[in-house]
């Protein structure tokens, strides 16, 4: 009876373990979908014919939110904050650096994510 109440015991720890993996993982991917979603938004109005929007013009921060280079974004009922960096790259691109981080609970991680963008 000792042993078999230790396996039980030792089963429900791995289950509960199991879950919090499980949680982590599902948050990582959702950080990470909600950056290549910012860096594809991006992509879609660098490559229109209208004029420089404000959120290719270089600047922005990955630490602070700065005007027109952060937003927020809901996926599956969590909100993250998005903030994005633009540089001048290679001749006819953008270097753009994107962050997404939790707004709750904070400290639970980050997806940042860095790519060139083709911008005449």
Known sequence: MVIFSFGVLAGVALLGAGFRWEGQAELATELTVAAEMKIEELRAVAGTELADTVEL?????????VTAHWDTVQIDGRSYTRRWVVEPG???TRRVAVRAIPRAPAGWGEAELRTHILHD
């Open 57 to 65: 013009v270089p600047g922005g921060d990955l630490d602070s939110n």
């Open 90 to 92: 290679p001749v006819g």
